[in-house]
């Protein structure tokens, strides 16, 4: 089990940029496929972001070409650097840690999740 800690949202005009990171503790982030999901009110939790392996990853449609995940196993940190942000970005954000490695945007697949940190984009 590893446990995660996001930090790093905040409120932004639209396009403003934030980065936000997720320290783990625990376990090493190099062992698990790993993804930011966000949740906005009245909406099911979609994931945003993956990235396994020695830098593998995917975006949701909604965030090609604006948000580049990315890990340093030195830091054992997971970040989110997220550009052009627009309103429809507002929710909490959430990093996630899956150990099978299914490589999939399904929160199912994942066993352990942070506190999340809220991105509040204002038009």
């Known amino acids: 089990q590893v446990q995660l800690l996001e930090s790093g949202g905040g409120s932004v005009q639209t396009g403003g940029s934030l980065r936000l990171s997720c320290v783990a503790s625990g376990d090493t982030l190099s062992n698990y496929c790993m993804a930011w999901f966000r949740q906005a009110p009245g909406k099911e939790r979609e994931g945003v972001a993956l990235?396994?392996?020695?830098?593998?990853?995917a975006y949701a449609d909604s965030v090609k070409g604006r948000f580049t995940i990315s890990q340093d196993n030195a830091k054992n940190t997971l970040y989110l650097q997220m550009n052009n942000l627009k309103p429809e970005d507002t929710a909490m954000y959430y990093c996630?840690?899956?150990?099978?490695?299914?490589?999939?945007?399904?929160?199912?697949?994942?066993?352990?999740w942070g506190q999340g940190t809220q991105v509040t984009v204002s038009s």
């Open positions: 996630a840690a899956d150990r099978r490695g299914y490589f999939s945007f399904l929160p199912r697949r994942y066993d352990d």
């Open positions: 990235h396994i392996g020695r830098g593998t990853t």
